[in-house]
């Protein structure tokens, strides 16, 4: 009983948070997404124990669909059945992508180990590259990445941003909707 | 990078969300899918002759309730599949709900008429052309569909195909019965349900495929 007041307590305060931010309300939004990183960790963390240096990247995976997403919350339902429902999306796929890579390169599992080595270094080094901000914004056109260097990196407002690139304010507006999208692509592409 | 910075990163300059986008995409979507498959329709089939005559019959009538609440109630089993986390409920209900009420006037129908005449009610004039023309109207509004769903965040895509499939198919059917001769309820209760499964096959086998995000 204490449980599932415990729980409901912590559904409404997330609620509350997630609604504000919709309405605009940015520190609300970002003490939501900060909130709902640690509680990933966890969900994913224990669905993922066989796979432990993944989580991160998941999470964070995560973290950009629900952001992009954030269109789909419906008010009237509980926001951990919409986050959940989403982070399940995002580990079947993650999943998925593994089995078919694990199916492709098996041929090479007889190979030396001393080859084995070397392509685990690599693709540590390359999961660091692809997690490093800036290669992933290099990979985008100018009007996706200024926007995001200017409103996301250096925090400045949408009509900031439009004088100082030239750009439309609803140009501003979906080049940072369309390049969070696009870093989400590149992001699962690369894995 | 960090998570912390990753959050920062997404929370700054985030802006309000507009209210009310899943309803918008779908009313555009069939909005658009509508005027397409009626252009199709004028302009391969043409409306029945005797539109405006029939429009007075009851069986014309209980045609259109048929189509009109299954599309209804697909339209609502899309919007919630859009959506991530939420649940069906009783909507598969409604769905068969229209389907069990023209079997059974197509049953009571079947058993009242004489021996001779019953396949002739069955098989109608247009058995071997419709449900290919349904699936030809229904395309428009499936490719409609489909945008409308890619918008939003399907997470079980099967099943949101085949909802896209039943809803394009339904809409496909509305716009059909204006030129479909047929008013026999065993007719509508076969050949107008196989019309419109086959944008719904498409929905099952492609939607895992098409609607990824």
């Given at each position: 009983?204490?449980?599932v007041?415990?729980?409901?307590?912590g559904?409404?305060h997330?609620?509350?948070?997630?609604?504000?931010?919709?309405?605009?309300?940015?520190?609300?939004?970002?003490?939501?997404?900060?909130?709902?990183?640690?509680?990933?960790?966890?969900?994913?963390?224990?669905?993922l124990?066989?796979?432990?240096?993944?989580?991160e990247?998941l999470?964070?995976?995560?973290?950009?669909?629900?952001?992009n997403?954030?269109?789909?919350?419906?008010?009237?339902?509980?926001?951990t059945?919409?986050?959940?429902?989403?982070?399940?999306?995002?580990?079947?796929?993650?999943?998925?992508?593994?089995?078919?890579r694990?199916l492709?390169?098996?041929?090479?599992?007889?190979?030396?180990?001393?080859?084995?080595?070397?392509s685990?270094?690599?693709?540590?080094?390359?999961?660091?590259?692809?997690?490093?901000?800036?290669?992933?914004?290099?990979?985008?056109?100018?009007?996706?990445?200024?926007?995001?260097?200017?409103?996301?990196?250096?925090?400045?407002?949408?009509?900031?941003?439009?004088?100082?690139?030239?750009?439309?304010?609803?140009?501003?507006?979906?080049?940072?909707?369309?390049?969070?999208?696009?870093?989400?692509?590149?992001?699962?592409?690369?894995? | 990078?960090?998570?912390?910075?990753?959050?920062?990163?997404?929370?700054?300059?985030?802006?309000?969300?507009?209210?009310?986008?899943a309803?918008?995409?779908?009313?555009?979507?069939?909005?658009?899918?509508?005027?397409?498959?009626?252009?199709?329709?004028?302009?391969?089939?043409?409306?029945?002759?005797?539109?405006?005559a029939?429009?007075?019959?009851?069986?014309?009538?209980?045609?259109?309730?048929?189509v009109?609440?299954?599309?209804?109630?697909?339209?609502?089993?899309?919007?919630?599949l859009?959506?991530?986390?939420l649940?069906?409920?009783?909507?598969?209900?409604?769905?068969?709900?229209?389907?069990?009420?023209?079997?059974?006037l197509?049953?009571?129908?079947?058993?009242?008429?004489?021996?001779?005449?019953?396949?002739?009610?069955f098989?109608g004039?247009?058995?071997?052309?419709?449900?290919?023309?349904?699936?030809?109207?229904?395309?428009?509004?499936?490719?409609?569909?489909?945008?409308?769903?890619?918008?939003?965040a399907?997470?079980?895509?099967?099943?949101?195909?085949?909802?896209?499939g039943?809803?394009?198919?339904?809409?496909?059917?509305?716009?059909?019965?204006?030129?479909?001769?047929?008013?026999?309820?065993?007719?509508i209760g076969?050949?107008y349900?196989?019309?419109?499964?086959?944008?719904?096959?498409?929905?099952?086998?492609?939607?895992?495929?098409?609607l990824?995000?």
């Amino acid at each position: 009983m204490l449980d599932v007041n415990r729980l409901n307590a912590g559904e409404e305060h997330f609620r509350k948070l997630l609604i504000r931010g919709l309405a605009g309300d940015e520190p609300a939004y970002h003490e939501f997404l900060q909130e709902l990183s640690t509680h990933l960790r966890s969900f994913l963390q224990k669905r993922l124990a066989s796979l432990p240096d993944e989580v991160e990247d998941l999470v964070q995976e995560s973290l950009l669909a629900i952001h992009n997403q954030r269109h789909t919350y419906d008010a009237k339902q509980p926001v951990t059945a919409w986050i959940h429902a989403i982070a399940k999306y995002k580990l079947i796929d993650l999943l998925r992508r593994r089995e078919r890579r694990d199916l492709l390169t098996d041929s090479l599992d007889d190979d030396a180990s001393q080859f084995e080595l070397a392509s685990t270094a690599n693709a540590e080094a390359a999961s660091d590259a692809r997690r490093d901000l800036s290669k992933l914004l290099e990979q985008l056109p100018d009007g996706q990445r200024l926007p995001i260097v200017h409103m996301k990196l250096e925090g400045l407002s949408v009509a900031e941003t439009a004088r100082l690139t030239g750009m439309s304010e609803s140009a501003v507006k979906v080049g940072v909707h369309r390049g969070l999208k696009a870093m989400a692509a590149l992001i699962r592409s690369d894995t | 990078m960090r998570t912390d910075d990753w959050v920062t990163l997404l929370a700054t300059g985030a802006g309000a969300v507009e209210p009310h986008q899943a309803a918008r995409r779908f009313a555009i979507a069939i909005g658009w899918g509508v005027l397409g498959a009626t252009l199709l329709m004028l302009a391969l089939l043409g409306p029945r002759p005797d539109l405006a005559a029939a429009t007075l019959l009851p069986m014309f009538l209980v045609k259109i309730v048929f189509v009109t609440s299954f599309a209804v109630a697909s339209l609502f089993i899309s919007l919630r599949l859009s959506k991530p986390g939420l649940h069906l409920a009783w909507l598969p209900g409604a769905l068969l709900a229209p389907v069990a009420a023209i079997w059974l006037l197509a049953a009571v129908m079947l058993t009242q008429a004489a021996p001779v005449q019953r396949s002739a009610m069955f098989f109608g004039d247009t058995w071997n052309s419709c449900p290919f023309l349904i699936a030809l109207l229904s395309a428009p509004v499936f490719v409609a569909v489909v945008w409308a769903m890619k918008g939003l965040a399907p997470t079980r895509l099967r099943l949101a195909g085949a909802a896209a499939g039943l809803l394009s198919g339904a809409v496909g059917t509305m716009v059909y019965s204006l030129h479909c001769p047929e008013m026999g309820a065993p007719f509508i209760g076969f050949w107008y349900l196989l019309g419109m499964l086959i944008p719904t096959t498409a929905g099952i086998l492609f939607g895992p495929r098409l609607l990824r995000w």
